[in-house]
């Protein structure tokens, strides 16, 4: 007689803490994979920005190359929806908008943009008349405009009209990152700052721009066609603060660790400098470059303060700031926006 | 590579997969985990890489050394050896520099200028956690609580990218012997793994990175500026933010760990609903609270030696976990007040005729009141640049009430609510809910995830900011 056959038993399925499944490592894969192939189409339009907004390189070509026709293939079949409405409902509909006009004001007629004017009246602000000051640029804003901050805590005739703006990886030559010639127009018109103080050019020593005119090329960084886009980048910031009247700090780029990057930042700093010159009286330019050069004329992370205490300066990367380096930025600022207004706050 | 990244996540779906068809084959499985994690953290800078190569046959080496030795006084000089090459390693990249400015300030206030040239000294990203992972091995193996793994095994746990670079601090003992034995494929927790991941995901890049730039990073960059609503709120929001970027963290550290079938120990269980800074020492980052107390509170002399041994020994080792998490005084001071309450508790408790009160409720939510006024106050210590911006920060929580306060808004206050909200949720919700979870289909679970996922992405803000213990 045969043996009966035994019947092969599955093992019992596990369960754990809670009465939870256990499940097989091939369904982990499976709904990981699904998940993510699911996520990629639900948030293709973010994805979409993301990638563009990348820096140059083969990491962006693909990025594009891959969520451009998953974006497209979201929109096809409605599933970008969602997305969308839940971005209006937050009344953030603009987040996966690329925005990269460059919007240089017209010269007003008359206007002498291009050569310095007279010297402006030296206008008086009190704690019944507060000077609106604006900070903004990109990452390296953000110490010395806290430190500015700071300084101009107790004075009770400066008012900040907003937060420091510093957006990290912005600048003029990507305004699909952040557009600032848009912003700039925005609270030159809304907030009426008087003074504006601004730190640009950090993320733009790279050579690839975007928001060109129509027809117009740059053949790479320091190029003759580079340096004049980023010049009429400059000049658009430039007018598009005074305009309204407001008087311009811009912080200049300070040396670096990386001795390529200071060259190319010093680059910048030209262009800067002599757009500023032209509209000496209403922008001012400050030179940045030996403040944190150490006792050789280069790079220096520690350096001795005004007390001769050696204090650190920048902060690892080489290139952002550390506070006692905002502070004595803060205290150059400071003084030329005391130079060009009287600012009369009783103690 | 941040874990909330699309560069992560193409990461993970060639490693997920490729790391269970490899997990019955240990000889393959153990050199792909490594190369994989050597990948990973080639991400910031591959020139990190030799540092950790280095950690890893550094302590392997002097581990098998210590263990092939029975005489104990060469077992004692090869462990302090070891030491001395870790703690060196951590000394030099972590604190040359504030070992050089503190110096060299101190010196110069007797009129002495010293020669030590403080130079820019990169920090690699996760020294912190690998360095001690190493000790632990290497001191476990001394005690002879342990046997040293083999090269491949050791490689895979100091270098298992899950844990790399933030934790949580994974002890020989809970690693190893799984790395050891294949997982089995058939039995993964998949709904807890999910589970941690979206709630990591969604406290790190909705509520943490929501506070810092809508709060918390205004308040404490320029204290003086906001009114002394805008400060309390703003140190309250950062000790959600904290919690919810390291909690976020490791949530996902252990999620992904169990998704390649291994299982990580807890790191956070509720601190903010802790009744005592002790009890909230045995919720916060509960793996190094672990490793503290074995690797440094015990060596030291523990409670063993009287009172006031056992004081000295709480506040030496709250000092130098103060400084673990940074190169800094303000840190120090932050592991100051957390062992002078220690102390405190421990005195109080230790008074002749104390008797433990019975806990009613009101009881209860006075003590867990304190408790957090507690950690806020440390906290101010812990995220200001410098000892004038706490003292900035404390200064304007008192001087400034009835000023406009635009910074406290409804969201701010909800991500707040939700994130200490979320400590006091019954422990049998997750649990139902993960349950109900892994009874779904497949398809459906992935839909599920796919819907966290937008929310996520929608809600929070363009980019990913860096995890506060990073730099840690």
Redesign the interface.
Known sequence: MDEPRRRRRR?RR?T????????????????????????LL??AP??HK?ATIQPEGWKRDV?LAVTGPLADVSSTLLLDR??RA??AA?GRSD?DRVDTEVAAPEPEPGEPVSSPGPAPKRERFTPKRKLRLWVAGDSLV?VP??SL??AV??NRAVA?VE??EGR??SGLERPDVFNWFTRVREVARTLRPHAAVVMFGGNDDHGFMTGLPEGREVDGFGTPSWTAEYRRRVAAIMDGVTRSGAFLVWIGLPIT?DPEQTRRYDAINAIVQSEAEKRRGRVAYLDTYFFFAGEDGGYA??VENAA?????M?A???VHFE?AAGDLIAEKVLALLEERYRIVSPS | MLFPT?TF?LF??VV??LS?LL?PRGERWRPFAVAASFVFYAGWDWRFCFLLAFSIVWNQVFALAIHGRADPRSRKWLLALALAGNLGLLGYFKYY?FF??ST??LF?LAGIDLPLE??????PVGISFFTFMGISYVVDVYRGDFRPAGFGTFAAYLSFFPHLVAGPIVRPGELIPQLQTPRD??????????FLIGTGLFMKVVVANFLASSIVD?VF?????HSSLEVLVGVYAYAVQIYADFFGYTNMAIGIAL?L?FTFPQNFDAPYAAVSITDFWRRWHMTLSRWLRDYLYIPLGGNRGGRLLTYRNLMLTMLIGGLWHGAGWTFVVWGGIHGAALVAERWWRGRPGYVERRPTRARRAWHRFATFQVVCFAWIFFRA??FS?AW?VLVRLFTAWGEPSPLVTGGVLAAIAVGIGSQYLPR?LP??L??R???LP??A???L???A???T???GP??VAPFIYFQF
Do not use: C
């Open positions: 093992p596990r754990a803490e809670g009465g939870r499944r256990l499940h097989s490592a091939g369904s982990a894969v499976a709904v990981s994979l699904g998940a993510l192939g699911l996520a639900l948030n973010g994805l993301s990025a969602p997305r839940l971005k937050l987040d953000v405009g806290e901050l700071r805590a107790g900040p937060k420091i990290i990886a660790s992370q520690y001769g205490k050696l204090v650190k920048r690892d990367d080489g506070r | 699309a996540a993970f779906v997920l997969p269970w997990m520099g050089v400015t060299n300030n110069a403080a130079r820019s000294v990169v920090l494929p058939r039995y993964v927790d998949t709904s807890r793994a999910f205004e960059g320029a204290p003086s500026q998704l079938g640049d410098s911006d900035d049998s649990l139902a993960m349950a979870f892994s009874r497949v398809p679970q992935a839909a995830l796919s819907l996922l937008l929310v992405h929608a809600l363009e980019g």
